[in-house]
């Protein structure tokens, strides 16, 4: 009988419940309440924000709140406009929007929540499927732009890198973390779509196309487009190293966001301005900070909870 062996994680979440109570401005009740009916997020971070959303609303005896799903930018710019008292990004806001919001006597909290990771995907006729960091950078900059400049016996033509939005998270976290100084080619072979979700969809009619969303979607069981049961789209392995191989490539799963052996992961952030320690705005940011059951929808979603304790073992299945 054959022996399979293999590494599972073990998630362990605490039990300690910390709430953030605020002090600070008292906005009138009418436009208190203008701001506590929304919350803004980047539109690549929609389906795990829609779960967590479903079950606090469902939980929550109060007052509901609705999702604006937006540009990471354009959601930062409704926070420092008090247009709400709460967003959902992947970065902290900067030395100057926390100082500008402080001297509105505000007083902003940002909450690590949960990590995910940028996943490159490709059409399943593409005969490549590795990848390294570096070939990435040279294609974002224009210095590579054939498939048959990584592969000879690839003969998929021109790359065309697809993102979702021209001021997403996304493409951030491109030119912040990967370029590493290089200039981002913004034209011929790279284009912005409009949605995660029309990502996808190019790339599934595209054989020489590479789509760049967010791991999130690997995972949305409620959209059509959830890439595990694609037949059309495979998700490319990523390697930090010279060349990449088998054994040192690796896939934006859980596991491998938990030991940083994948090499695109970013953080999820709760950000925060409500001055009312029982405001809604600030009962879903804890909701999702909490234990179970926030942290325990982000595991359960392929994420690697921020509150994470965990452990791994070998298991022999005979």
């Known amino acids: ?18 709430l953030f109570p605020s002090c600070g401005n008292k906005p009138s009740d009418d436009r208190y309440m203008a701001q506590c009916k929304y919350f803004a997020a980047d539109e690549s971070l929609s389906p795990i924000i829609d779960e967590e959303l479903d079950i606090f609303n469902m939980k929550n005896k109060r007052d509901s709140i609705y999702p604006l799903y937006i540009s990471e930018q354009e959601a930062i710019e409704k926070l420092m406009n008090q247009e709400v008292l709460l967003v959902f990004t992947t970065r902290r806001l900067t030395p100057k929007e926390e100082e500008s919001l ?7 909290t940002c909450t690590e929540l949960a990590y995910d990771a940028l996943a490159l995907i490709v059409n399943k006729a593409n005969p490549d499927s590795m990848i390294t960091v ?73 054989e020489n196309a590479i789509g760049v969303v967010g791991s999130i979607w690997l995972n949305d069981q409620r959209d059509t ?17 010279s060349e990449a191989t088998r054994s040192n490539s690796y ?11 994948y090499p695109f992961i970013r953080t999820l952030y709760a950000i925060c301005i409500d001055p009312r320690s029982t405001g809604v705005p600030r009962a879903f940011k804890n909701f999702c900070w909490l234990p179970n059951p926030g942290q325990l929808i982000f595991f359960n979603a392929g994420l690697f909870p921020a509150r994470a304790e965990y452990s791994v073992r070998d298991v022999v299945i005979e």
């Open 1 to 18: 009988m054959n022996r399979s062996q293999f590494n599972i994680l073990l998630i362990g979440l605490s039990l300690f419940i910390g």
């Open 102 to 108: 402080k001297e509105l006597k505000y007083k902003p």
């Open 134 to 206: 570096e070939n990435f950078r040279k294609i974002m900059s224009g210095e590579v732009t054939s498939w048959e400049e990584l592969n000879p016996d690839n003969h998929m033509k021109k790359i065309k890198v697809v993102f979702d939005n021209p001021k997403s998270a996304t493409l951030k976290f491109v030119v912040d973390s990967i370029m590493q100084g290089k200039e981002l080619k913004t034209d011929g072979n790279v284009q912005a779509a409009m949605t995660s979700a029309e990502v996808v969809e190019y790339v599934e009619s595209h």
């Open 225 to 241: 487009t959830n890439l595990i049961y694609n037949r059309t789209i495979k998700v490319m392995r990523v390697s930090r190293a």
């Open 251 to 261: 896939t934006p799963d859980q596991y491998n966001i938990a030991y940083n052996y």
